[in-house]
């Protein structure tokens, strides 16, 4: 009977009565000093009465039903769930296998990338990128390398929308708005033609999608507006009027603002949010300061005006995705976006972009919320998986996290996983012409259970040079490692490394490579070489240093693609490519995001020889190799060679092969991995290959040496079947390599030595 004569938005006295006389605090309450005291969940949930008006028919708020339902008719989760309605019940849906990842599965489809970055590819006039991807001479010439998969990065509609208009992408077409194909990039015809020509050519197309984030577009705004399930798709909290005087105002021109640390602190003391994660990605004093921001006032579709407060792991414009929801509206907006890619534009795998951000949770008392390696994440992420395994296709995730984390992720996620434990290894190696480092961080992979099989091994992409070293600045900060005849902590080792890595490839040393934040260095590839070069400008690299810069370029395409897993490669890569003058992108890096000085364009057939930008507008970067037409009539160019690398990985099959070995070695810039292929030998076992590296820009001398090396063994290369030495009894033998030398050997066992094993 109380309950019957319960107001609405009143709470009875008797409950009053409790609280007030409530016992001490409860174990849950001593971690989690905000959490309010115990309430019925009607009361805890309750919200405002619906309140109808009129509105002028053209504004741009959530009292105009016209607008609310040009908003509804482009959201991405109104699309999910007339897909999920199409594919439910369909007997499609149980025909492959979905609970386990299969690394070597996913390789078996495809295990060499080229990466695609679309706002950076010159194409025909009038052409656009999806029609330059679906071009069969581009085919021809990336089957002539050895590409057998095109990741065509985000093309789906990106950025924003602010009242009946579109706003531009924050970040290079990662925060989605939309399952459409942007129109600047082509439609979804032109895509489906894409896989068949991908097809055609023994290749498959991978597209993206992003599970942590959208942008601002259709399904925010109408979060902002309250509308039905959708303020459950993401992490926002509605802030009372009684509490605005906390937040900062948000100036006419901005949507929002974000919130300096005092203030987040000040809405987790009131139990708002849970304050302070466990770092800010993308840091910037007066940019970004916290992962919060907060909205402008928005009139609701209730009538309501309202203010949020909705957490961003990355940019403003990338508000973050709540898998744990009651309404799972996000949950369901990622599948549908999901299954768009796979089963209606016919792609073979999906790129999880920022999944290890999807579960956050509050900590105890002074401590910043859990945010990195939750297993809400680990949920997540085998939610997402699954389901793309279910309808055949494979993912692969970029997880900068810690090694435990992408083993754990991947033990039920993700098939694949870029490569992050090695990537800014390789580079130091080279920078520094000493593999000390590089070794370790193979040896923790191998270690702590994440195979190299199981990782995507790039060179560069759209991305920084990443040197974050999360996993030694983080979790294992306190632990001691050896390093260069001392024992030091891995929070040192993590200094140590991106001191190294600044001091050797930005100004004074290089002044075309620049910092990225606290993240990395921004560069290409062919511009680190150059930077190790000793070239201080990019004007002082002639035509006579192009083959040293190729040479050091095909040696580290060989450590990553002559060891297990995917392989890799970009368009910078494949012409290279060099930075842009700073004063060529001034206004894209002004904020900070100096990452726009390594994405320069760049035209691989040779399509448009005067052009001096892309459709998109990217500057044109120089270019030290040519377009691939021209290099494949050279012999001895960096992708008639990158050819003859690739075919000896796959003749050998070395992609699905087991890394069994990186041992000590003779000299700091030597590198060999020892590996054991699928394929069997004569006599039924394992063939032993070793990966031998020489990081240094002097030849070398040395002994190879290994316990996984069969005594007797005839040692040949695998690039013209010569034997060059032979195993001894201490499992090891004598090898001379070149400066920058890159040496692919197949060991032979003796038959003798079979036996008397």
Not at 57 to 80: C, F, H, I, T
Not at 238 to 259: A, G, K
Not at 478 to 491: C, L
Request: proline letters at 6%; glycine letters at 8%; one cysteine or more.
């Amino acid at each position: 009977m109380a309950d019957a004569l319960e107001v609405e938005g009143q709470v009875p006295e008797s409950e009053e009565d409790d609280e007030q006389d409530a016992p001490e605090i409860t174990y849950d309450e001593q971690l989690y000093p905000a959490r309010p005291r115990r309430l019925r969940p009607r009361a805890n949930l309750r919200s405002g009465t619906l309140r109808r008006s009129f509105s002028d028919p053209r504004a741009a708020n959530g009292l105009n039903p016209a607008y609310v339902e040009w908003l509804v008719r482009q959201s991405m989760l109104k699309d999910a769930d007339v897909l999920s309605r199409q594919l439910s019940g369909s007997p499609s849906m149980w025909r492959n296998p979905y609970a386990r990842p299969d690394a070597r599965r996913a390789v078996s489809t495809s295990d060499v990338w080229f990466t695609a970055y679309p706002i950076s590819l010159i194409t025909r006039p009038g052409e656009s990128f999806l029609n330059a991807l679906a071009d069969p001479e581009l085919w021809s010439a990336f089957e002539a390398i050895g590409i057998n998969g095109v990741h065509t990065g985000p093309v789906k509609r990106a950025g924003g929308i602010r009242g009946w208009q579109e706003t531009p992408s924050v970040d290079g077409h990662f925060d989605r708005i939309g399952t459409q194909i942007d129109p600047i990039f082509g439609d979804e015809e032109t895509f489906r033609r894409m896989t068949d020509v991908a097809e055609e050519h023994g290749g498959v197309v991978i597209d993206d999608i992003v599970p942590g984030h959208t942008g601002k577009g259709a399904d925010f705004r109408l979060a902002e507006m309250a509308y039905k399930d959708y303020p459950g798709i993401y992490h926002m909290v509605e802030i009372p009027p009684e509490e605005w005087h906390l937040l900062p105002t948000v100036p006419e021109h901005r949507d929002s603002v974000n919130l300096d640390a005092d203030t987040e602190a000040a809405l987790a003391a009131r139990g708002y949010i849970i304050g302070e994660l466990q770092r800010v990605i993308f840091f910037a004093p007066g940019v970004k300061e916290t992962n919060w921001s907060v909205t402008a006032p928005v009139v609701g579709v209730d009538g309501v005006t309202r203010r949020w407060v909705y957490l961003h792991y990355f940019k403003e414009g990338q508000p973050s995705v709540n898998w744990l929801d009651p309404t799972f509206s996000g949950m369901r907006l990622v599948i549908g976006d999901a299954l768009h890619s796979l089963g209606d534009l016919g792609t073979s795998a999906l790129r999880l972009d920022a999944n290890g951000f999807l579960g956050v949770e509050k900590s105890a008392e002074g401590l910043p919320a859990w945010s990195e390696g939750h297993p809400l994440s680990h949920a997540a992420n085998h939610v997402i998986a699954g389901m793309v395994r279910k309808v055949g296709g494979f993912t692969f995730q970029e997880l900068n996290l810690t090694v435990e984390d992408i083993r754990d992720t991947g033990a039920v996620g993700a098939d694949l996983s870029y490569d992050f434990i090695n990537r800014p290894a390789y580079h130091h190696a080279l920078a520094t012409g000493d593999t000390e480092f590089l070794r370790l961080t193979l040896r923790t992979s191998l270690e702590l259970g994440v195979e190299p099989v199981s990782l995507v091994h790039g060179l560069q992409n759209h991305d920084e040079l990443t040197y974050e070293l999360v996993h030694w600045a983080t979790l294992h900060r306190d632990d001691i490692y050896p390093f260069r005849y001392q024992e030091i902590t891995g929070g040192e080792l993590a200094e140590i490394i991106r001191a190294d890595l600044t001091d050797a490839l930005t100004a004074p040393t290089a002044d075309y490579n620049l910092v990225f934040t606290t993240n990395g260095i921004a560069c290409t590839t062919a511009s680190l070489i150059a930077a190790t070069r000793g070239h201080a400008t990019l004007d002082s690299i002639t035509e006579a240093d192009v083959p040293a810069i190729r040479d050091a370029h095909l040696l580290l395409a060989a450590f990553n693609a002559w060891q297990p897993g995917v392989f890799a490669l970009s368009g910078w890569d494949l012409l290279g490519a060099l930075t842009l003058p700073q004063e060529e992108v001034a206004e894209l890096i002004a904020e900070g995001d100096t990452r726009w000085v390594e994405r320069g364009a760049h035209d691989l057939l040779g399509l448009a020889p005067e052009a001096e930008r892309s459709a998109s507008g990217m500057p044109r970067a120089r270019s030290l190799y040519g377009p691939l037409p021209e290099q494949l009539k050279d012999a001895d160019s960096f992708a008639s060679r990158l050819g003859e690398l690739l075919r000896i990985r796959s003749r050998s099959g070395i992609a699905s092969a087991r890394q069994v070995d990186v041992p000590d070695v003779a000299h700091p810039g030597l590198l060999v991995l020892v590996h054991e292929l699928e394929t069997l030998d004569d006599y039924g076992l394992p063939q032993v290959q070793l990966t031998v590296l020489n990081m240094s820009s002097e030849d070398v001398d040395g002994t190879v040496r290994s316990d996984a090396l069969p005594k007797g063994a005839a040692v040949v290369d695998a690039a013209d079947d010569q034997e060059i030495g032979t195993v001894d009894n201490l499992r090891s033998f004598p090898l001379s390599i070149g400066a920058y030398g890159a040496k692919f050997f197949v060991l032979r066992r003796a038959a003798e030595e079979v036996a008397g094993a």
